[in-house]
């Protein structure tokens, strides 16, 4: 009634009921506006919905004058009042609600966008570290922190966790001390990763550092912490101190037991691998009578540490124990006991255990394959590896190269040129390129048939194939050459090696000493041996032998005693 009388008109029934229906209206729209703010926080990208001021504004209007005419067009007959001061009225009402329209607008949406984005942005951060994007991982950190949001703890433990990762221990130090100048403050995860990076790059000093400072920064370390050092002291044969640190593990009540055996298994892996296997098991008992839960990882390293001492019924008998105790063996442990069966020679008991591992449900891994192929052909049953590789194929399971080539390079070594090169058409046809081993495997087999221009090819091949050859490429072709009496060849061939980079070893030093030996080239023989000498590298029997054995032949008793006294003397 105010605005009526504002606008010079006197009040009447009709004015009221005008205005009564003005508030209704709007009252109405109100709640379809604010309908629309909810909907356009979760249904942006829906066209029938006005997400802007002015489409609110059009939208308002619009409605407003759709439901003012259809009223008075109900009221015409009766020509009652005046509609200009009506419309007065609604001009100042629109106003007003307008007004608050874009105050909603300017709060509601922008705190929720604010919102979404940290999350957005938090989840992209973390996305990044894991994908190794380390760089544009701390540009958007960078960002965040600019604008006012700074990401939490657990976003910043993935940074310093990337940037350990890779060896980037002083920027993950600089966004530590970050962490403690501008918060979210460090916590314990955030020293574990950085104690972690510590032990990766062997600076132990340092890691056992930063663990004496988390006291004193009000962090207490946890059984993570005690196991990341345990290991890194066990790599580096520190057993005592890796003990002390066990005893303050299981001194500790309020972890759960299962830190226990990560901390105990570390250890007597460490212990097996020094080979203390009475230690080992001293420890192993110990676990048992503490009630410590044994799982199949502590299982596998005790299986393991008797497997590296070569006491493999001991490591079956454990096996046996594994499986009444209701543990199941994983692929891990059918593989450790395969490998030694196979390092044993028994490669009877070893095909015999694959079928119970396959019987068992515990799918064969390319290690089970390549630990049996290479076992076969490391002791001359290539038909049976054979077979094994053919199983393989048959399961739709793509052998990977190594296992490729220890098969050609064991009919390589057989003098088996058709069946190496048919194995490796049918590896080119599974998809499985060649590489260098793989040249080298058929060059051995081609000069171990005397073809030595096959085998020339073979490097040209290689060549073709964007394949370089490596130092044992050049000492096969190197030998074959000497072998054969073309000296200049393998000269060619050294220094080629040279131009390319690759750096000749004893190998490629013994097969020119033999060579020039052959052709009675004594002189060259002497200034190739006392180059080995000049470069310092490691030098065995068989230089000696060689030429003590080529003076002999020349009845030159005098200098094969200067090369028997050099061979002793450096014994000494």
């Not at 990341?228 to 066990?246: E, M, N, Y």
């Not at 759960?256 to 009475?278: C, E, P, W």
């Not at 052998?399 to 070594?413: A, F, K, Q, S, T």
């Amino acid at each position: 009634m105010a605005l009526f009388i504002a606008c010079g008109e006197s009040s009447s029934p009709v004015h009221i009921q005008i205005l009564r229906f003005l508030y209704q209206t709007f009252d109405s729209i109100k709640l379809k506006v604010a309908r629309i703010f909810a909907n356009s926080r979760t249904c942006s990208d829906d066209d029938n919905l006005p997400c802007t001021l002015n489409d609110i504004m059009s939208y308002v209007g619009d409605q407003c004058r759709s439901k003012t005419q259809d009223w008075f067009s109900n009221k015409d007959s009766n020509n009652e009042g005046n509609p200009q001061a009506v419309f007065n009225a609604l001009d100042l009402i629109l106003k007003e609600n307008l007004d608050r329209l874009k105050t909603m607008r300017d709060t509601g949406p922008v705190r929720c966008t604010l919102e979404t984005d940290y999350r957005r942005h938090v989840a992209v951060v973390r996305d990044l570290c894991l994908g190794g994007k380390i760089g544009t991982a701390l540009w958007l950190r960078r960002k965040m922190i600019k604008k006012g949001t700074v990401p939490d703890v657990l976003t910043h433990n993935y940074l310093v966790n990337g940037l350990c990762k890779i060896g980037d221990l002083e920027k993950a130090d600089h966004v530590i001390r970050e962490m403690s100048e501008m918060r979210p403050s460090p916590n314990c995860a955030t020293y574990n990763a950085f104690i972690t990076g510590y032990c990766r790059v062997n600076e132990l000093d340092k890691a056992l550092h930063l663990f004496s400072t988390m006291a004193s920064n009000g962090i207490r370390p946890n059984r993570v912490t005690h196991n990341i050092l345990v290991h890194a002291l066990c790599k580096k044969g520190l057993l005592g101190d890796a003990v002390k640190f066990l005893g303050e593990v299981l001194a500790d009540d309020d972890g759960k037991a299962t830190s226990d055996v990560i901390t105990s298994t570390i250890l007597m892996d460490s212990y097996f691998k020094n080979g203390d296997k009475f230690q080992a098991l001293a420890l192993w008992n110990d676990m048992f009578q503490k009630n410590i839960q044994t799982d199949i990882v502590a299982y596998n390293v005790l299986i393991n540490g008797f497997c590296l001492n070569g006491d493999i019924s001991s490591a079956f008998a454990y096996f046996c124990q594994m499986l009444k105790r209701g543990s199941h063996p994983d692929v891990i442990t059918y593989n450790t006991l395969l490998n030694c069966l196979c390092k044993q020679g028994k490669l009877d008991e070893a095909s015999h255990f694959y079928g119970v591992m396959s019987k068992t449900g515990v799918a064969p891994d390319q290690i089970s394959y390549k630990t049996i192929i290479q076992g076969l052909c490391i002791h001359g049953d290539i038909v049976k590896a054979r077979e094994f590789l053919l199983s393989m194929l048959e399961k739709s399971v793509v052998p990977e190269p190594h296992i490729w080539n220890v098969l050609i390079d064991g009919y390589g070594r057989c003098g088996d040129l058709s069946n190496a090169f048919s194995i490796r058409d049918l590896m080119l046809s599974f998809g499985v390129s060649s590489n260098v081993f793989t040249f080298n495997a058929l060059i051995l087999a081609e000069t171990r048939g005397g073809s030595i221009f096959d085998a020339f090819s073979l490097k040209k091949e290689m060549l073709l194939d964007g394949i370089f050859p490596d130092v044992f490429t050049y000492n096969l072709l190197i030998g074959a050459s000497c072998n054969l009496g073309h000296i200049h060849l393998a000269l060619q061939l050294y220094d080629e090696m040279l131009r390319r980079g690759i750096t000749p070893d004893i190998i490629t030093y013994t097969e020119l000493i033999k060579g020039h030996c052959a052709r009675g080239n004594m002189k060259e023989a002497e200034e190739v041996f006392a180059k080995i000498q000049t470069l310092g590298l490691a030098i065995d029997q068989i230089p000696f032998r060689i030429l003590k054995k080529r003076y002999r032949r020349m009845k030159e008793s005098d200098k094969a005693r200067d090369i028997h006294e050099k061979w002793l003397s450096r014994n000494k």
